[in-house]
């Protein structure tokens, strides 16, 4: 039986990632890794999760949810647009990760072409049998294909406190809790990493969780 390990917000804490990993065992064939998002920015390795990212995904079957971070970082790296807003919200350690470099367009965030493929491969939602993988939520009502890409990336409250059924069971990032918030149809997998709290992994159907110490 496939198993699944959704992996919540890194936000650059690298060694939590490594640490977590290490408690996990995956089935190379078998096995499905889902990170919900968040990879990037606040914390002080954004670059190198990524890079670990990508070694994983050579490794295993990865499946990997864009976050309202990467949304930014895309929106301000290749449209110039939200610059204030991704400021604002810790992008100034992944820019300075990368690094500016001068072009013939002006400066530009120095990122490799592989982790610019990562970034604009970066799925809206991951969906299996029983469960329903996104970074912040749904709003309720809409069904999952029509749901919008800021709803996916930012809601907040009118998910997570509405009793609302998706027919599957949601688990979502973006909101952080000091423990794992679950409930009949939800379960939120952000425990707040970059803010001093830990990295958390669900496993599937087990439901069962690690957390980095």
């Given at each position: 039986?496939?198993?699944?390990?959704?992996i919540?917000?890194?936000?650059?804490?690298?060694?939590?990632?490594r640490?977590?990993?290490?408690?996990?065992d995956?089935?190379?064939?078998?096995?499905r890794?889902?990170?919900?998002?968040?990879?990037?920015d606040?914390?002080?390795?954004?670059?190198?999760?990524?890079d670990?990212?990508?070694?994983?995904?050579s490794?295993?079957?990865?499946s990997?949810l864009i976050?309202?971070?990467?949304?930014m970082?895309l929106?301000?790296?290749?449209?110039?647009?939200?610059?204030?807003?991704?400021?604002?919200?810790?992008g100034?350690?992944t820019?300075?990760?990368?690094?500016?470099?001068?072009?013939?367009g002006?400066?530009?965030?120095?990122v490799?072409?592989?982790?610019?493929?990562?970034?604009?491969?970066l799925?809206p939602?991951?969906?299996?049998?029983?469960?329903?993988?996104?970074?912040?939520?749904?709003?309720?009502?809409?069904?999952?294909?029509?749901q919008?890409?800021?709803?996916?990336?930012?809601?907040?409250?009118?998910?997570?406190?509405?009793?609302?059924?998706?027919?599957?069971r949601?688990?979502?990032?973006?909101?952080?809790?000091s423990?794992?918030?679950i409930?009949?149809?939800?379960?939120?997998?952000?425990t707040?990493?970059?803010?001093?709290?830990?990295?958390?992994?669900?496993?599937?159907?087990?439901?069962?969780?690690?957390?980095?110490?």
């Open positions: 039986m496939e198993k699944i390990f959704a919540g917000d890194i936000h650059g804490c690298i060694s939590y990632l640490d977590l990993i290490a408690l996990l995956i089935d190379e064939e078998q096995d890794i889902v990170f919900i998002g968040d990879y990037i606040r914390g002080p390795d954004p670059c190198e999760v990524v670990l990212i990508l070694e994983l995904k490794k295993y079957r990865v990997c976050g309202n971070h990467e949304q970082f929106d301000y790296h290749c449209h110039n647009s939200n610059r204030e807003l991704y400021f604002l919200n810790g100034t350690t820019i300075g990760c990368y690094g500016i470099i001068d072009t013939p002006g400066k530009k965030i120095n490799p072409e592989d982790h610019m493929e990562f970034y604009r491969s799925l939602y991951y969906e299996t049998e029983e469960y329903i993988f996104v970074h912040a939520g749904m709003r309720p009502g809409i069904p999952l294909e029509k919008s890409m800021v709803d996916l990336t930012w809601i907040r409250g009118e998910f997570i406190y509405s009793k609302y059924d998706f027919g599957k949601v688990v979502f990032g973006h909101t952080h809790f423990k794992p918030y409930d009949p149809y939800k379960i939120g997998i952000d707040g990493a970059v803010y001093g709290g830990r990295l958390t992994c669900l496993e599937l159907p087990a439901i069962k969780f690690y957390q980095t110490p």
